[in-house]
Each structure stands twice: as structure tokens, then as C-alpha cells.
């Protein structure tokens, strides 16, 4: 599957022209499902978020793309419909769009409904991640970020990716995010790891790693 791990979303032109690299066609003739269960597993998600997320009515462009199509691909009741019914749906969609949230959280349902054990299969299709959306996919996200505790009790997540990911680098909104942070952060963690800010993403195709940024990130 080919990657584009954002911090926010497709914030700026460079992001975008990567998104539609990956999709090999303009994002007007994408179809698309977009995942907001990352949010209902996070202290400050809401019911209100995870409406502005699917709506494209928030300030991390997902959705509101212009894609031919879009689908909401809620992986809580997926277990409870079974394979055959949702299966087919992922297999006719160009792209997999996931909210941000609680990382732990995503990755527990994405276990539980099967989606995790397809993702490696869908060669032609991309997942678009915002924030924990992102850092699903890498070993672990360390102890900074948990929130929710995952039934495992640490903080692995599917490592689709050799590296881990530290969102939101310097937002003013959170101080907790600064440089010296995900510097203490990185430090703990047994693998690679990028800081990368709003204006950042990291896109991966057949194994290559290629940086997309129009702000500021650092590699440890």
C-alpha cells in the first residue's frame, strides 16, 4: 500500500501534488472512505470532530478534497457486518483517508475488523493519514502519546513503516510539541523517528521514503 502520513492533512500544495503522485490520476477522479474512529478513542474527540472531519468543516484537509466519491468506513462495525459485506468496498475505493484521534485506539480497530491484516495486499491503493491516522502505521508511537490503553499495554502500533512519526511539531496550540520534545521523545524509541510540523508529510512508495514539506522536520 502507498503511504501519505501527514501531521494535518493535505495543507498545502506541495502535499497535494503528492497525494495525486500516489493516486496516479487527479483526486476529481478518485473515489474515496474516509475513517473517523481514530477520534472516538482520543479524550478530546467528539461527536462534533468526527461530523467536521467527515464533512470536510475542519482545518485538517481530508475530505473536502473534491474527490468523484466519498464513503465513511467506520472500522468499529465492521467486525459485526462481516468481510464479504465490507471487503468490497475497500477494494473499490482508490483511497483510505484516516482521521486523526488516539493511534492506540485506530490500530486496535483496524486489528479487530481485518483491515490491518488486508492493508499490505492493496498494492494500488493509498492511505492518507492526519496525525494518529499517521502514526498507525509505524512500530510505536511511545509513551508520550498514549492515551488509550490498548489491550497489548504498550505502545506498538502496526509497523507498515521502519520509523516513527512526532506530529504537530511547534504548533502554537501545543506547547508540549516543541523541538526539545520530540528530541526527548525520539530518544526513547528503539528505531528511526521524524518531527514533522502542519506543513509537512511523509510520503512512501514501494519502499522508497521521500519527504514532502512546505515547513519545517527533523529526522533522529
Known amino acids: 500500500m502507498k503511504l501519505l502520513l501527514t501531521s494535518a492533512g493535505v495543507k498545502n500544495p506541495s502535499i497535494r501534488q ?4 500516489l493516486l496516479g490520476k487527479p483526486v476529481e477522479e478518485a473515489d474515496a472512505l474516509c475513517i473517523p474512529t481514530a477520534g472516538y478513542g482520543h479524550p478530546m474527540g467528539s461527536p462534533a470532530g468526527a461530523w467536521r472531519f467527515i464533512t470536510g468543516r ?30 468490497p468496498w475497500v477494494q ?4 483510505l483517508l484516516a ?34 491516522g499517521s502514526m498507525v502505521m509505524t512500530p510505536r508511537i511511545g ?28 504548533h502554537p496550540a501545543l506547547p508540549e510539541n516543541s523541538m526539545a ?12 523517528a521524524y518531527a514533522i510540523d502542519d506543513e509537512t508529510a511523509v510520503k512512501v512508495a514501494d519502499g522508497v521514503v521521500e519527504i514532502v514539506s512546505e515547513g519545517h522536520w527533523r529526522l533522529f
Not at 503528492?18 to 503522485?21: H, I, K, M, Q, T
Open 143 to 170: 509513551p508520550d502519546f498514549v492515551e488509550w490503553t490498548s489491550p497489548t499495554g504498550t505502545d506498538e502500533t502496526l509497523g507498515l513503516v521502519d520509523f516513527s512519526l512526532f506530529p504537530h511539531l511547534d
Open 58 to 87: 475542519s482545518t485538517t484537509p481530508m475530505c473536502e478534497l473534491g474527490w468523484r466519491s466519498m464513503g465513511v468506513l467506520e472500522l468499529t462495525a465492521l467486525p459485526s457486518i462481516g468481510a464479504e459485506r465490507w471487503l
Open 99 to 132: 482521521n486523526g484521534g488516539d493511534a492506540l485506539y485506530l490500530c486496535h480497530w483496524m486489528r479487530r475488523s481485518g483491515l490491518a491484516e488486508l492493508l499490505p495486499s492493496l498494492h494500488d491503493k493509498v492511505w492518507v493519514g492526519l496525525s494518529a
Open 18 to 21: 503528492a497525494l495525486v503522485d
Open 181 to 192: 520534545d520530540a528530541e526527548r521523545w525520539a530518544a526513547a524509541l528503539p528505531n528511526p
Open 92 to 95: 473499490q475505493a482508490d483511497v
